[in-house]
């Protein structure tokens, strides 16, 4: 009786550390996210039911996804051993499940992206062919290089929203704003990241900003790219006419970011990279969810 407890128990645990590898609830955010802007931002025009029911946009964002849920399980596999120093827990939860059986979901997860990209058009899949093996490459190699691997996972990262943007073949000024504002937030989240993982990086020999100049030059750069993000913050502003309600966001998260200013300096320490982490993220979601009030006029 003991035995057969045991077996829904390690079946949940592993279940558990996939959806961890795959970091399932980023997936769930990305296509959500890629829902919204696609009805918001990149076709304005169009109905909620033109987009839910467009099955190649549906195959489109489930290709990528496939293809970054395949990019965070062979990430996982170079960065085990700088995860065992920076992210124990993390570790020891995501290696319930054997490295043949997540290499087996990372080749399968792989085809299917491939397969469904496809399915949209050939012309589509050289693309994903691009984009799956440019998630290897940074994961194997990139990620170790200094500064690049900073820019490319970003790039990475922000890829979801270009192929929308490829597809509805929209490349307005307010488009440009709003993924210049994404990928400035995102590339201070990464650096705030290696600030977090030091540790980890300095022992592994990345090559990250922090590892090569430190922490303070670092947060000097987070400084200056912080200031950055206002310019793309002041176009969209003045654009109120074309995301209506969606102002509130962006004046609302001007002190969050002046705030990490003055944390960053005020209280250097592992714990406040990690908090501050976890606030880019809350303020990321927060921004996926303000998509929504472009509906409503000031």
């Known amino acids: 009786m003991l035995f057969k407890n045991q077996i829904p128990y390690k079946t949940g645990i592993k279940l558990l550390a996939l959806f961890a590898s795959v970091r399932g609830y980023t997936l769930f955010t990305i296509i959500f996210a890629q829902y919204l802007s696609a009805r918001y931002i990149f076709a304005p025009q169009t109905s909620w039911e033109y987009i839910l029911t467009d099955s190649k946009l549906f195959m489109l964002f489930m290709a990528t996804s496939f293809a970054v849920a395949g990019g965070y399980i062979i990430n996982n596999f170079y960065d085990a051993e700088k995860d065992q120093i920076n992210r124990p827990h993390k570790y020891l939860l995501e290696h319930q499940v054997s490295t043949s059986f997540q290499f087996l979901c990372y080749g399968i997860l ?11 058009s ?23 290089q200094f500064w690049i691997s ?20 929209n490349f307005s000024n307010i488009v440009f704003y709003h993924a210049s504002f994404l990928f400035l937030i995102m590339l201070i989240r990464d650096l705030i990241k290696d600030l977090e993982n030091f540790k980890g990086d300095w022992v592994r020999n990345y090559k990250t900003i922090t590892v090569v100049f ?85």
């Open 214 to 298: 430190g922490e303070k030059t670092t947060i000097i750069i987070i400084n200056i790219l912080i200031l950055l993000t206002f310019v793309p913050i002041k176009f969209l502003l003045c654009s109120n006419e074309v995301i209506h309600s969606m102002v509130y966001y962006f004046v609302s998260i001007i002190p969050f970011l002046l705030l990490i200013i003055i944390i960053l300096w005020k209280s250097p320490t592992q714990k406040t990279y990690l908090w501050l982490h976890n606030l880019l993220k809350v303020l990321i979601i927060l921004g996926i969810l303000s998509i929504i009030l472009i509906r409503f006029p000031l």
């Open 150 to 169: 900073n820019f490319f996972a970003v790039l990475l990262a922000v890829t979801p929203f270009i192929v929308i943007m490829i597809y509805f073949k």
């Open 110 to 120: 792989n085809i299917l992206s491939l397969l469904l990209a496809a399915f949209v």
């Open 122 to 144: 050939l012309r589509t899949l050289p693309f994903f062919l691009i984009y799956v093996f440019s998630l290897w490459i940074y994961s194997h190699l990139l990620k170790k």
